[in-house]
């Protein structure tokens, strides 16, 4: 018989019931909630007079809507300037009173964006389930555990009965082999493949990265490639488990202790996929090809390279992204053929689940020290992803080196990601971004976004536009 | 849950890949407790001229005229025709939610996300999947003739078109059964508590780590 993919065991582990018309119930281990997608679950199980099924399962915290100004910040949740984001996050609050979840509040020095809390807290870990009503819960696949995003009235229905009506998904397999570059990081790595497959090219598949590349990356870089696998349509992004795994998750609040961590981690050594396991698809990459990454228009997918051009029109492979390309050139204000280091940029955005982590500070730090940021940039913001990791940097010192050279150093939380706080573009502004989405409006009515990795973030926001990383 | 049975109405043509969620509902209407009421705000970047407010009066707003939601001869439309991936990027519900609050009940497209295809059908809105050629067609047809109307016939899993030629489409068994009776799947399975039990009694055996309180 065949082996079993990692997708194939987290599935088979959670199966609770198969019914005849291809559907099953899949149990929940982990639930994360924030305030943005819960509110109206919530409220449903009031109108149904339904308590949650299992409490310890679920964890929430808000991070959408909270201001990342420390004035802001300091006086809760009455200091929340914009009255509709302070109902919502108050709304979680007495939502988590009531029904006695376990909430770390704006307050709270472990608040903080949902993925980088889960997995800094333990309470991801290898071989559970994980859901949130958020597309970026794939990020928690980085721990070998079958995590992807939920809409609200599955929320409800997790809250409800702790599990999920799913249908299996397929299995595709990207094999990153090889050395990746100097100043190579996982947002290249993924962006390179968004590139390869397209937004489209994951859909109806979990999403496994392996090879020896990736074996290479630390688990904030396998964070920030499974986080992005939905940028590529697959709601599962996942990566074997390791040492590098272990590593992690030891010794973290959530974690297992003493007899039950040997218990758990004889267990977690089966959480790969067999060498004999059979994928539906398998997609190839040389890890030597990949250069550093920078999005031009308004896809993740219409991606280049840092020495690459914005494509002409005779590159599109059909009329469908002819059209696609047409409508963003005139989005993003750029022409066909223009170099990518010719783009002006206005502000820029360090942070978002994608690239928030200690990892990405201290990379972010590494260019920024010693340096100005170029006075042409209107704002550079940097903003950790949970209190935890503000702390962990400001202990190395990281917060002085972005104030000097003229960064914001800013509280946890989604921030400028998708702007739903006061943190936004203005329209018509360039923005080098480590976040995740480069759609129209998503970081502010009619700004222009560009994904890049932290590093190149800082590069750019020193030297006013793009430019190699590698170079400085 | 709004049940869906037998759907007759006009079809509006967005033509256009990867309609994203940001471009549904922007996110700033994400902020409401609420779960209706997104219809005025729905594609609020492409419909209006100016940048929209969450709890704000829509009706003085400026309308882009060339939206194709905007034309009189699409007003009342029930069924919206776009290209590939409809529906990627976020997982927020408000999408479907808006786009039903608008007034839509089907959706035929060549592909979905798979979130945004998910909550559609607890929403009592259909996510109907159609070959490209056969999507390119309908097109055609929809700018030929003004108040251009389709049939969704979900028990016969047809689509009727004026001409009178229908054309098959595919839908799970359990999602059309939760769509046609209207139904609340939360109920459904709580129907299998006793199996859920019996499953994290097997479980906390296998690994009592993921058990602790
Ligand atoms: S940081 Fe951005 S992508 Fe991540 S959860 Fe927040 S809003 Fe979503």
């Known amino acids: 018989m065949a082996g079993k993919t990692l997708y194939d065991k987290l599935w088979h582990m959670h199966l609770v019931q198969e019914r005849d018309d291809g559907t099953a119930l899949i149990y929940i281990d982990r639930h994360l909630l924030h305030e943005v997608t819960s509110p109206q679950a919530f409220e449903g199980l009031r109108l149904a007079k339904r308590q949650p099924w299992r409490l310890s399962a679920n964890l929430a915290t808000p991070d959408h809507n909270v201001p990342t100004t420390s004035l802001e910040r300091e006086s809760g949740i009455e200091g929340i300037q914009d009255p509709v984001s302070r109902i919502q996050v108050r709304t979680l609050d007495e939502n988590c009173d009531e029904f006695g979840i376990t909430e770390f509040k704006m307050q709270d020095q472990r608040q903080g964006i949902v993925h980088v809390v889960g997995p800094e807290q333990g309470a991801t870990l290898p071989g559970m389930t994980v859901v949130c009503g958020d597309s970026h819960t794939a990020t928690h696949g980085a721990f070998a555990a079958l995590a992807h995003g939920i809409g609200t009235s599955e929320v409800e229905h997790v809250l409800a009965t702790q599990c999920l009506i799913q249908?299996?998904?397929?299995?595709?397999?990207?094999?990153?082999?090889?050395?990746?570059?100097?100043?190579?990081?996982?947002?290249?790595?993924?962006?390179?493949?968004?590139?390869?497959?397209?937004?489209?090219?994951?859909?109806g598949c979990a999403m496994e990265f392996g090879g020896s590349a990736i074996r290479s990356l630390s688990m904030e870089a396998r964070m920030t490639m499974c986080n992005m696998a939905i940028e590529a349509g697959a709601r599962v992004g996942l990566v074997g488990f390791d040492e590098k795994t272990a590593e992690y998750v030891k010794g973290r609040p959530f974690a297992p202790t003493a007899e039950q961590w040997e218990q758990a981690l004889a267990a977690w050594q089966d959480l790969v996929s067999d060498d004999d396991a059979v994928f539906d698809q398998i997609v190839e990459i040389r890890a030597e090809d990949i250069q550093p990454q920078v999005t031009w228009g308004t896809s993740p997918e219409m991606v280049t390279t840092i020495n690459g051009h914005v494509p002409t029109l005779d590159e599109a492979a059909d009329d469908v992204q002819r059209m696609g390309f047409e409508r963003a050139y005139q989005y993003m204000g750029l022409t066909p053929g223009q170099k990518i280091t010719d783009i002006q940029l206005d502000r820029v955005f360090i942070g978002s689940c994608t690239n928030s982590r200690i990892e990405d500070l201290r990379a972010a730090a590494d260019v920024a020290k010693g340096r100005k940021v170029a006075s042409t940039i209107k704002q550079a913001l940097v903003v950790p992803g949970s209190g935890l990791v503000k702390a962990q940097a400001e202990q190395e010192g990281l917060d002085r080196i972005f104030v000097e050279a003229g960064f914001e150093w800013r509280e946890p939380g989604?921030?400028?990601?998708?702007?739903?706080?006061?943190?936004?573009?203005?329209?018509?502004?360039?923005?080098?971004?480590?976040?995740?989405?480069?759609?129209?409006?998503?970081?502010?009515?009619?700004?222009?976004?560009?994904?890049?990795?932290?590093?190149?973030?800082?590069?750019?926001?020193?030297?006013?536009?793009?430019?190699?990383?590698?170079?400085? | 849950m709004k049940a869906f049975t037998v759907v007759t109405g006009i079809v509006a043509p967005m033509d256009r890949a990867n309609i994203d969620t940001d471009m549904i509902i922007p996110k700033q209407f994400l902020k409401s407790i609420k779960r209706s009421g997104f219809g005025p705000n729905l594609f609020d970047e492409l419909r209006y001229l100016d940048e929209g407010q969450p709890d704000a009066d829509n009706s003085g707003r400026p309308l882009n005229p060339d939206f194709v939601l905007n034309q009189p001869r699409y007003q009342g439309a029930a069924v919206l025709l776009a290209r590939e991936n409809f529906g990627c990027g976020s997982s927020r519900e408000h999408a479907p939610w808006a786009l039903e609050d608008f007034g839509f009940r089907a959706i035929i497209a060549p592909s979905y996300a798979d979130i945004?295809?998910?909550?559609?059908?607890?929403?009592?809105?259909?996510p109907i999947v159609l070959a490209d050629e056969l999507v390119d067609q309908l097109f055609q047809e929809v700018a030929a003739s003004e108040g251009y109307q389709l049939t969704i016939d979900l028990p016969e899993q047809v689509i009727r078109k004026p001409s009178g030629e229908c054309i098959p489409f595919e839908v799970d068994a359990f999602r059309k059964h939760c769509l046609l009776n209207g139904l609340d799947d939360i109920g459904l399975t709580l129907q299998d508590a006793d199996a859920i039990r019996a499953y994290e009694v097997t479980r906390r055996q296998q690994a009592p780590w993921l058990f602790n309180e």
């Open chain 1, 167 to 203: 249908r299996k998904m397929k299995n595709l397999l990207i094999r990153v082999e090889g050395e990746l570059g100097q100043g190579i990081t996982g947002k290249d790595v993924v962006l390179h493949i968004i590139g390869v497959i397209g937004t489209a090219g994951g859909n």
């Open chain 2, 116 to 126: 945004f295809y998910n909550n559609s059908f607890k929403n009592g809105l259909l």
């Open chain 1, 414 to 472: 989604c921030s400028m990601c998708l702007a739903m706080n006061a943190d936004k573009l203005g329209n018509g502004e360039h923005c080098a971004s480590t976040s995740n989405r480069n759609f129209e409006g998503r970081q502010g009515y009619g700004g222009r976004t560009h994904l890049v990795s932290p590093a190149m973030a800082a590069a750019a926001a020193i030297a006013g536009h793009f430019v190699d990383v590698r170079a400085l």
